[in-house]
């Protein structure tokens, strides 16, 4: 299993950045994947899941804003950032379960 | 949502000894069919985190059998006999009975 988040960088408040996740090594369309973030030395808050069959649920610190979305063709795994706070700023980690990529970081900063 | 409170460690923790790690949730973790919705991770420093223990007590492939977990409903402790250096980090909880999924705060390990 491999997981490489990208997209990430340094963003103005109230602007946009979208996140991807590259997966191998699984049939990526069988599985839910979630999006877990960790901001500067704090612990994890997950933020958004998305299953098999695009169902998806998010963290109440994100509704309205994150969007969560797969393109199985491509076996990747996206999270659209909209209306970004400074608050938002972490690392973004993808997951499968158990699963968890490197990461990427997003700040948010004017 | 379902609040998960992790205990401190007496660190540093002396090379070779044990330490427990405790964990508790607001709402018991115990379904009606029997598992018990519970991981724990751990982050090592400038790593993502790895999949310890799933199922309240059930190891992930490759871990040691040095860790193991238990626990109940809501009380959880993990168990790490024989402390090695490559077990330094912080030790996360987390619930995946229900969403919003939600980690304890963390448990920061030291070695002596």
């Known amino acids: 299993v491999q997981l490489v988040e990208s997209g990430g960088g340094l963003v103005q408040p109230g602007k946009s950045l979208k996140l991807s996740c590259s997966a191998s090594?699984?049939?990526?369309?069988?599985?839910?994947m979630h999006w877990i973030r960790q901001a500067p030395g704090k612990g994890l808050d997950w933020v958004a899941y998305i299953s098999s069959s695009s169902g998806t649920v998010y963290a109440d610190a994100v509704k309205g804003r994150f969007t969560i979305s797969r393109d199985n063709a491509k076996n990747t795994l996206y999270l659209q950032l909209n209306s970004l706070k400074s608050e938002d700023t972490a690392i973004y980690y993808c997951a499968r379960e158990g699963d968890w990529g490197q990461g990427v970081m997003v700040t948010v900063s004017s | 949502d379902i609040v998960m409170t992790q205990g401190a460690l007496p660190n540093p923790v002396p090379s070779g000894e044990s330490a427990s790690i405790t964990c508790q949730s607001s709402?018991?973790?115990?379904?009606?069919?029997?598992?018990?919705?519970l991981n724990w991770y751990l982050q090592r420093p400038g790593q993502s985190p790895q999949l310890l223990i799933y199922w309240m007590s059930t190891r992930a492939s490759g871990v040691s059998d040095r860790f193991s977990g238990s626990g109940s409903g809501t009380d959880f402790t993990l168990k790490i006999s024989s402390v090695e250096a490559e077990d330094v980090g912080v030790y996360y909880c987390q619930q995946f009975l229900e969403y919003p999924r939600t980690f304890g705060g963390g448990t920061k390990l030291e070695l002596k």
């Open positions: 709402k018991s973790l115990l379904h009606s069919n029997g598992k018990t919705y």
């Open positions: 090594g699984f049939t990526f369309s069988s599985y839910g």
